[in-house]
């Protein structure tokens, strides 16, 4: 087993090495919507995940999801000619979902502070119900 250390370095630079690779070895334009996001590295340093984004929408990302199946092993041969390590990891390519999820979040934060804005705006006209001290003091009543 590998240092956990040393397995995040070598996913950085992997990650560096399929976007460089994207650009430059895979002939494809819809290579070039494809954003690489993170990799991670198993401590065996013998599988790399791979995850990228896609602007766009369904048609481009299945399109992007098409170039790095075919280009798999072009992206596999360019990663193993730039490690320096005995054995090349296999590539696995995984849809970040996190800018999808983020904008989802988004919009459930800016919903709760619209309703927090009505709601402020209720209460500012509002008066009490009763008197504005509805607990009765036990002070006043028992002065024996």
């Known amino acids: 087993m590998a240092d956990p250390a040393r397995a995040g370095r070598l996913a950085q ?10 650009r430059k070895a895979v002939k494809d334009e819809r290579a070039l919507d494809i954003t690489v996001t993170d990799a991670r590295v198993t401590n065996d340093l013998q599988h790399a995940t791979v995850y990228y984004t896609v602007l766009g929408d369904a ?15 072009i ?8 490690l320096t390590i005995r054995l090349t990891p296999t590539l696995e390519f995984v849809a970040d979902e996190i800018p999808e ?7 459930l934060i800016r919903k709760a502070k619209e309703r927090d804005a009505e709601v402020a705006a209720l ?3 509002a008066v009490f119900a009763g008197e504005s001290d509805p607990y009765k003091k036990d002070d006043e009543d028992q002065e024996d």
Do not use: F, P, Y
């Open 13 to 22: 630079r992997i990650k560096v090495l399929v976007a460089e690779a994207l």
């Open 59 to 73: 048609e481009t990302r299945a399109g992007a999801e098409e170039v790095l199946a075919q280009n798999k092993g």
């Open 75 to 82: 992206l596999r041969r360019e990663v193993g000619r730039n």
């Open 101 to 107: 999820n983020a904008s989802n979040l988004e919009e």
């Open 123 to 125: 209460a500012e006209g």
